[in-house]
């Protein structure tokens, strides 16, 4: 069946089904494999229509969806939707193994395995002889078991850059998709180079960069070059990210809140517009900064205050 439609409000917690106690005894795996045989009887004959017309490139769109309707309910609080989410998104796994099982790729059980396995592998300080001192020695650990992974497959297949005597080597950036939305990439990228000890010692010096950056970006506007300005307001954007990632933030996420906070005092603003009986588009410039403010003050409760400087909108 097609994902729902965003519009639509999901039950309360009261609402469906009651669950017995016997539900909650019931082991996970069971209910993944009637989760999978659910989803192979949708997609058979006298199945159900929009499921049977789906393709792996067509479910795209819904599995990003779906990951961030994840990280929206999570920052809800509400367990119920959290649970209902990780549910959606497990759905999208289900379907493209489903679809892959009746090409005859694979199938849910490969899945699972190699998941299984890959965890196993990659945590030989639980499962082998190998021990780590603490997180930090957990990351550089599994990226080196990453990269040798990745020179055996890549050895194996054939596949892959090779080193001066012809042998397969791989790089510790290897495997971070070049399809990633920029901000995600630049934040993978650094991350990766942070766990072998390419970092800053201490924030000051990545906020020092990104205060070079800026100067930088300052020097390709004097210059009027369109190319240099792209040049270096990418590095600007990719030491911002830098940023993001030494203070332990994820800036795709931490972006996408400051857009929806832009979003609700920017509707804020037409609505107080309205009220004065005009568009926001017809009130003049300085009392735009002043509806800003009020919209602000309205979400801390509190009286706005008349900047004193006048600049662009921003949060």
């Known amino acids: 069946m097609p994902p729902k439609k965003k519009t639509i409000r999901k039950s309360p917690k009261s609402a469906g089904p009651k669950r017995n106690s016997g539900w909650r005894e019931e082991s996970a795996g069971l209910w993944f494999?009637?989760?999978?045989?659910?989803?192979?009887?949708?997609?058979?004959?006298?199945?159900?229509?929009?499921?049977?017309?789906?393709?792996?490139?067509?479910?795209?769109?819904?599995?990003?969806?779906?990951?961030?309707?994840?990280?929206?309910?999570?920052?809800?609080?509400?367990?119920?939707?959290?649970?209902?989410?990780?549910?959606?998104?497990?759905?999208?796994?289900?379907?493209?193994?489903?679809?892959?099982?009746?090409?005859?790729?694979?199938?849910a059980a490969d899945v699972v395995r190699e998941i299984h396995q890959k965890m196993v592998r990659r945590h030989p300080h639980v499962f082998g002889e190998k021990r780590a001192k603490d997180a930090s020695e957990v990351l550089k650990n599994w990226e080196q078991i990453k990269a040798e992974e990745r020179r055996a497959k890549n050895s194996e297949q054939g596949t892959g850059r090779r080193d001066e005597s012809g042998k397969a080597s791989a790089s510790l950036l290897d495997g971070i998709p070049h399809t990633l939305p920029a901000v995600m990439q630049g934040y993978q990228l650094t991350r990766r180079a942070s766990r072998i000890g390419f970092d800053w010692d201490d924030v000051e010096g990545v906020i020092t960069k990104l205060q070079e950056e800026l100067r930088e970006l300052g020097a390709a506007r004097t210059?009027?070059?369109?190319?240099?300005?792209?040049?270096?307001?990418?590095?600007?954007?990719?030491?911002?990210?830098?940023?993001?990632?030494?203070?332990?933030?994820?800036?795709?996420?931490?972006?996408?809140?400051?857009?929806?906070?832009?979003?609700?005092?920017?509707?804020?603003?037409?609505?107080?517009?309205?009220?004065?009986?005009?568009?926001?588009?017809?009130?003049?410039?300085?009392?735009?900064?002043?509806?800003?403010?009020?919209?602000?003050?309205?979400?801390?409760?509190?009286?706005?205050?008349?900047?004193?400087?006048?600049?662009?909108?921003?949060?």
Request: with cysteine; aromatic share 6%; glycine share 4%.
């Open 223 to 315: 210059v009027q070059s369109p190319e240099q300005i792209e040049n270096e307001l990418g590095d600007v954007l990719f030491a911002a990210v830098n940023l993001a990632r030494f203070l332990k933030i994820d800036p795709e996420i931490a972006l996408k809140r400051t857009n929806a906070k832009f979003k609700s005092r920017f509707r804020e603003m037409e609505r107080l517009a309205r009220v004065s009986g005009r568009a926001l588009g017809d009130v003049p410039r300085s009392e735009m900064e002043l509806l800003w403010d009020q919209a602000k003050a309205s979400e801390r409760g509190k009286p706005s205050r008349v900047r004193s400087k006048k600049a662009a909108a921003r949060p």
């Open 33 to 107: 494999e009637r989760l999978v045989k659910l989803q192979a009887r949708l997609r058979a004959a006298n199945g159900c229509p929009w499921d049977i017309e789906q393709t792996h490139l067509k479910l795209r769109t819904y599995l990003i969806e779906e990951a961030y309707e994840v990280l929206e309910a999570l920052e809800s609080g509400d367990d119920a939707k959290f649970a209902e989410e990780l549910g959606d998104l497990l759905l999208q796994v289900v379907f493209h193994a489903q679809i892959a099982t009746e090409e005859g790729r694979f199938n």
